[in-house]
Nanobody
């Protein structure tokens, strides 16, 4: 059974930085897509970034390109999202997701989700 747990959310002023972490344990296979989605009130859920564990190919939403960086830890069960130059519109609950698929693009249906971590950016 795959379990996904995020941490690292918080409150920051615009222009600041935060780093989100995720541990996704219980995987059977090493090759998979892992990523981050976010959801804010009144907005559609948005895929923020994803990485394929074999090869490290990454994908980013246009809204975060150049500001956010997704990466794996030494243990492939660990995922990070480095968020710089944060904007108030980045305020959302951020979810770590994972799926056993052959590619991260287009985004697959992710069956495994964490409980989410709140990111709040004030102006």
């Amino acid at each position: 059974q795959v379990q996904v747990v995020e941490s690292g959310g918080g409150s920051v002023q615009a222009g600041g930085s935060l780093r989100l972490s995720c541990v996704a344990s219980g995987h059977t296979y090493s090759s998979r897509c892992m990523g981050w989605f976010r959801q804010s009130p009144g907005k559609d859920r948005e895929g923020v970034a994803a990485i394929y564990t074999t090869g490290g190919t990454t994908h980013y939403a246009d809204s975060v390109k150049g500001r956010f960086t997704i990466s794996q830890g030494r243990a492939q069960d660990t995922l990070y999202l480095e968020m710089n130059n944060l904007k108030p519109e980045d305020t959302a609950i951020y979810y770590c997701v994972t799926a056993y698929v052959g590619s991260c693009w287009p985004y697959p249906d992710f069956p495994y989700w964490g409980q989410g971590t709140q990111v709040t950016v004030s102006s």
